[in-house]
């Protein structure tokens, strides 16, 4: 375990402390105590990383037009709709612009920071014809072929 940290059990609650915050969760419950420690273990494991050294993921939007750009604590996305879209992250998750097309979503909540990421992409998924649309950065997007030109020879 690394220095400073200190992890508190109160009943099937853990709470994991650094000098960054804190970080609150209950464990599953189930029958089997053994078939739940690797759970366990991973949740507080992905805890303790996550007040040390914090959890991210980054976004890209593609598309002719499509852009994101940082609005009070969220984001305002123009992503083809005919409105733009506001985005507000959840508590303890915070949203950095880069060059109006890469968002990255940073936090101590793996989870939270999953889920958030989702749901921005959520917001326009990938096309697989044209390939536009918000996606994960290193994300390969399969392109279907479009519609076969006609040649006139048919009757």
Request: proline share 5%; charged share 25%; glycine share 12%.
């Amino acid at each position: 375990m690394q220095s400073g940290v200190t992890v508190e059990t109160k009943g099937k609650k853990i709470i994991v402390k650094t000098a960054k915050g804190e970080l609150t969760f209950t464990l599953p419950n189930s029958g089997n105590a053994d078939a739940d420690a690797g759970t366990k273990r991973s949740l507080i494991a992905n805890a303790i990383t996550g007040l040390t050294t914090g959890f991210s993921k980054t976004l890209e939007i593609q598309g002719t037009g499509y852009k994101a750009m940082p609005k009070d604590k969220g984001l305002e996305l123009s992503l083809g709709y005919s409105h733009p879209i506001q985005f507000n992250p959840p508590e303890g998750v915070t949203l950095e612009v880069k060059d109006n097309r890469l968002i990255t979503v940073t936090g101590a909540d793996k989870y939270l920071v999953g889920q958030a990421a989702a749901n921005l992409r959520r917001l326009r998924p990938p096309d697989v014809y044209k390939g536009k649309g918000v996606r994960y950065q290193g994300e390969v997007i399969k392109l279907k072929p479009g519609k076969a030109a006609k040649t006139g020879t048919e009757a």
